[in-house]
Each structure stands twice: as C-alpha cells, then as structure tokens.
C-alpha cells in the first residue's frame, strides 16, 4: 500500500482573517494599552506633586513655620535647591511628560506663598490650607532654577513662567494633598470656579491665603518721600481695602514704610468738607457720577447664598430682589445685611429700583436699618458688621441671602451668586461676563483722600498709583479681585454703562 504525505499550507483567504483579527484586537487594544501608560504617567506626576508638597511641609517645620524665600538676584537660590534635602531624589521635580528630560524642574511653586520682596511667608497666613496651591504643573527649568508662578520679581513670571497641561494639571495643595484636574473648565486660571483658578489666582481675593503683597509690581520709584510709620488715611468703599492693601504693599516694596486706614462710605459721606466740590457725594449711590473723579476700580456684586442653599434661587429680577430687601418675599429666609452707611447696600438697593432718602437705606420708603423682623413673619433681618461677617453667615444659614461683592472676596466653595434676569435675559455672574459689561449689577469703587491729611500727598500719590498705573494693575488683587477702572456714564446703577 503507498502512503502520500500531503502538507497543507494555510489559504490566502485564512490568513487575511487571521491578519484581520488580529488588526481588530490590535485596535482595540492598543488605546487601552496607550491610557493605561498615559494614566501611569499621570499618577506618578500626582505622586511628585505629592511628594513635592510633604518636602515643603518638613521645609516649613525646620524653618520657623516659613515657606521658602527665594532672592531674586540670584535664580540658583531656587525653592528647589532649599527643598533638595526634604526630596531626596531629584527625578521628583520632573513630570513624566516633560520632555526635556532629566535635570529638569517641571513644577511650578504658587507665588501667593512668597511676599514682595521674595520672603516666604508664614503658614499661618495661609488661612484655607485645602483650598491654597502649593505645585502645579508647568514651565520647566534647569535645576536649582525653578519657576514661581504669579511673584512679580520671579524673572520667569508673566508669560515665561506660566502653568502647563501635560495632565490636564496636576496640582497640590499646602495642607499635602494632590489631585489632577481632568477638563479645561478646571483648568481656567481666571475663573472663579475651576480649581486652578481658586487656588493659585483667586485665593487671596477669597481671604485663603493672608499676603496683600501676591503679585504686586511695586513702582519703579515712590511718588513722594515717605517717612516711618506714614499714615495714610483712605476715604471710600471699605469694599476696596483688600486693594488698597495690596498698593501699601507695593509701595512699601519700593522704600516707604505706609500704614493704611480706610474709613468707608458712611465717612466720606458726611465728610464733604475734606473733599473738593466735585468729589464729595451725597451718597455711595451717586458715585457712578463720572464728575467724581477717582474711580479706581469697578466692582461686581449681588445676592449671595450658601452653595447648600434651600431657598431654590436661581434668577431674581431687580423687582424679586426688592421684595427680599423689604421682607415681603414669600417662604422662610433670613436677609443678611450691613448697617445703614454701607455703599455696597445703598448700591445694589438704588439698583434694585429702591430709593435712598437722606443716607438711610430705604425701600418704597420704609426704613429697614435696623429692623429685626420684617412684614413676612417667615423672615429675618440681620445686621452684620462686615462683608467677612456677612458671607461667614450667609454661608452657614442653609436660608441666608445677602448681598456680596467681588472685592469682598466670594468663596465659591462656601457661596453662589444668584443669576440675574435684566428683563431682556437672564445674566450669569460669570468674571468674563463681568468684565465684558454683561451684569447690570456693576458699581465703581471709588476711593478720595482727605486734604486735611498731613500725609495728604502721600496718599493722593498712592491713589494716584493704584488708578493710573498699568503697573500695579499687574497685580493679582486686579486680575482676581476687581476690574481696572472704567470712564461711567449716568448716574444710576441699572441705567449707566461704562467702557474699559
């Protein structure tokens, strides 16, 4: 009998299936292959921002509770080479995306943490250690040069040195933890409610962090020779003190020594004898009138309530706004406001179609100064003695309303502001909104200095420089917390516009 051995090949046809499916599963595959290696990446960047952020911590407890001091005049006095000896391995400073490779300083220290001058701070300035940056993913320098983020004098700040999605941002925060921020609304350095924006940008607006000084650009040299202990006297919204901190601070930085008072609304009111003809109004309502002369900065503000709030707000016209300044609103709800002299409430009151008769606050003319109940028995009325203790308690009240500000400082974790509805639309607070003129609710901020002030030039220099001057409109108390000033025109909140 004759055997044949017959071998038998694959066909054509068999091996383009096999190649077929194996091309299938390869591009099934190799995106999950890839994500699985892009979120390795990014979960070692969150264990360097991690770990950055613990060697900062050690940092502060062998350095008198202070952070890092960075001297300007020398970039290799970096805050990496003082954190070196906390890191123990310099492959911590750099992101697994960062091209340039090893000896590289991927991470970006929040400037907030570092005053004027390049002096770290001291940790008990930072009031919300959760909510304050520490590193965040950006530019990178050779080591010891590192970047820190918003601090004028830093040669790498501004444009230079700047944050970077590699993960759509890694970010820590001084109280050591980290956490990635997937999406580019997270990412938003100037809105107030991405993280990024709050922690690195915003957080000295909102009172988290205590440095006046945070990104200030101090003048190339003072206005007027200030001696020790100058004191200057503001008159004016208190609304703008956090911005009249930050002009002490700069002008400190270039050789004065200015300590700040300002008086407020209700004492520029009755003072118009300390001012000239044309800058002394007869109430915080008419300083839109643009014959005042010394806006400074224009201030967005509205009704605030608790982020856990119950009362269901989501757009108030002028006239449901009323019917809350005058307790008349339907339901349980607590008005929280400050006392009869305030611009802020004078303002958001004219605005609301109220009318403001002889300095007392007024509504339909009824006097609610100092009112402890109103004509709806399921509200309350609440004086409060300041804008901080305004939110603290607004915040906390699930059936608080009050009206804030942004120079006030609105921390979005704690508050919402309720949309407003023009009667054409309904106007979402939004900062770019804001500052494209797209809220009715707008004032100025407007500030004067008493000429019976022995340090009267002092300060009207000082005024001087924080109106006029594009410098110290670098800083982020402008960018974060106010609105440059603006030309107004009319002389009423709802019916007045402006232009930058």
């Not at 890191?87 to 970006?108: E, Q």
């Not at 399921?378 to 305004?390: G, K, P, Y």
Request: with cysteine; charged share 15%.
């Amino acid at each position: 009998m004759m055997r044949t051995d017959v071998r038998r090949g694959f066909t054509l046809i068999e091996l383009l299936v096999v190649i077929a499916v194996i091309a299938i599963l390869a591009s099934i595959l190799f995106p999950v292959f890839a994500k699985a290696t892009a979120k390795a990446k990014q979960t070692a960047c969150l264990s360097n921002v991690r770990q950055l952020t613990t060697a900062l911590l050690m940092f502060t407890q062998d350095n008198k509770n202070t952070y890092p001091t960075v001297d300007p005049s020398d970039l290799t006095k970096s805050w990496a080479g003082q954190l070196e000896s906390f890191v123990g391995n310099r492959k911590i400073y750099r992101c697994p995306l960062d091209d340039n490779g090893d000896g590289y300083v991927s991470y970006v220290m929040n400037g907030m943490l570092v005053a004027y001058d390049g002096t770290g701070i001291q940790t008990s300035a930072v009031k919300d250690p959760a909510d304050v940056g520490a590193f965040v993913d950006g530019t990178s320098y050779k080591f010891p040069e590192s970047g820190v983020l918003n601090w004028s004098q830093d040669s790498h700040s501004g444009s230079a040195c700047t944050y970077v999605e590699r993960h759509s941002l890694c970010q820590s925060y001084c109280d050591g933890h980290a956490e990635p921020l997937n999406g580019p609304k997270l990412c938003d350095p100037v809105s107030f409610y991405a993280p990024l924006g709050q922690a690195f940008y915003a957080a000295n607006s909102f009172g988290w962090v205590n440095n006046p000084s945070a990104g200030v650009v101090a003048p190339g040299a003072k206005f007027a020779a200030a001696t020790d202990n100058t004191a200057v006297t503001i008159m004016g919204s208190t609304t703008a003190v956090p911005l009249w901190s930050a002009a002490a601070a700069a002008w400190n930085a270039a050789g004065g020594a200015v300590t700040l008072t300002c008086t407020g609304s209700g004492h520029w009111k009755d003072s118009g004898s300390d001012l000239g003809a044309s800058d002394a109004p007869a109430g915080s309502a008419n300083c839109p009138d643009k014959t005042i002369g010394h806006v400074i900065a224009t201030d967005a503000y509205g009704i605030a309530v608790p982020t856990d709030s119950r009362l269901n707000l989501k757009a108030l016209t002028a006239a449901q706004i009323l019917t809350y300044l005058q307790g008349t609103a339907t339901g349980t709800y607590h008005l929280y406001t400050r006392n009869a002299s305030s611009g802020t409430r004078m303002s958001i009151e004219a605005a609301a179609g109220g009318t403001v008769i002889g300095g007392k606050w007024t509504v339909n003319g009824s006097d609610i100064a100092n009112s402890t109940s109103s004509t709806n028995a399921n509200a309350t009325v609440t004086l409060v003695t300041s804008a901080a203790d305004m939110a603290t308690k607004v915040a906390a009240d699930p059936y608080g309303i009050g009206f804030i500000s942004v120079g006030d400082g609105i921390d979005p974790i704690k508050l919402q502001m309720v949309n407003f509805n023009n009667g054409s639309k309904t106007e979402i607070f939004d900062r770019a909104a804001v500052a494209n003129g797209n809220w009715d609710l707008i004032r100025p901020v407007v500030a004067a200095v008493p000429t019976t002030s022995t340090n009267a030039t002092v300060a009207g220099d000082m005024l001087t420089y924080a109106r006029d001057s594009a410098t110290f409109q670098k800083s982020l108390i402008y960018s974060t917390g106010f609105f440059p000033p603006a030309l107004w025109v009319g002389s009423a909140l709802n019916t007045g516009s402006y232009t930058n």
